[in-house]
């Protein structure tokens, strides 16, 4: 299908390592969000982005993560030096419009465990 | 600080009744809220919305009701099916980007 896909869907790192996750939103959606949801929690915000802008960062945890969007499709998000406390789901999600008032579909996400 | 709480962590239901979801909120700058429906290892799918002008929108066997006064919305399912078994998550947002998640009611349909 043309859905989001994320990849891997599963990734073990050692602590302290970097690692990288991949978004594929659906094609032509302008919006793209990073959620990190931890065992028993709803989804977090991370990050937006409005095609190759980064509008708002706020959710990210600390300056070992970051994301980027460069040409307003595929979006990586890298989380370097990972630590325990970043184990978790990474969702990804696409929209077609701008901003959190349209319909948000989601990637099966990638899940994160440092050991 | 939760601004999104659903305080049924698991509810249980048999086929055919009604489910009831309930989600209560803390900031009133939302204004637009929606309901994700999560199965086992797949993202949250869009179920249905609310815009705070309304305090009710239905869609087939879903119903959402809001009352604004109370910060408080619900989910209806009638009737339940086994195929409704799922996580079920509140959000809201209030014009800006992000949407704001609750932590999640796991509905279990019993035959």
């Known amino acids: 299908g043309a859905g989001v896909s994320q990849s891997p869907r599963y990734k073990v790192a050692k602590r302290g390592q970097d690692v990288a996750l991949r978004c594929d939103p659906i094609?032509?959606?302008?919006?793209l969000f990073w959620y990190q949801q931890a065992l028993g929690q709803g989804p977090e915000f991370l990050t937006y982005?409005?095609?190759?802008?980064?509008?708002?960062k706020s959710g990210l945890p600390s300056d070992r993560f970051f994301a980027e969007r460069p040409e307003g499709s595929v979006s990586t998000l890298k989380i370097q030096r990972t630590q325990q406390e970043d184990s978790a789901v990474y969702l990804c999600?696409?929209?077609?419009?701008?901003?959190?008032?349209?319909?948000?579909?989601f990637g099966p996400g990638t899940r994160l465990t440092v050991t | 600080d939760q601004q999104v709480k659903q305080n049924s962590p698991s509810l249980s239901v048999q086929e055919g009744r009604i489910s009831i979801l309930n989600c209560d909120y803390t900031n009133s700058m939302f204004d637009y809220f929606l309901w994700y429906k999560k199965y086992p290892a797949e993202g949250p799918t869009f179920l249905i919305s609310?815009?705070?002008?309304?305090d009710k929108n239905e869609d087939g066997r879903f119903t959402v009701f809001l009352n604004k006064s109370a910060k408080h919305l619900s989910l209806h399912i009638v009737p339940s099916q086994p195929g409704d078994s799922a996580v079920y998550f509140c959000a809201a947002t209030g014009n800006t980007d992000k949407l704001i998640f609750g932590t999640g009611t796991r509905l279990q349909v019993f035959p």
């Open positions: 094609s032509g959606h302008v919006s």
């Open positions: 982005f409005q095609n190759e802008a980064q509008l708002d």
């Open positions: 999600a696409s929209s077609r419009g701008q901003g959190g008032l349209y319909e948000q579909y």
């Open positions: 609310i815009s705070s002008i309304k």
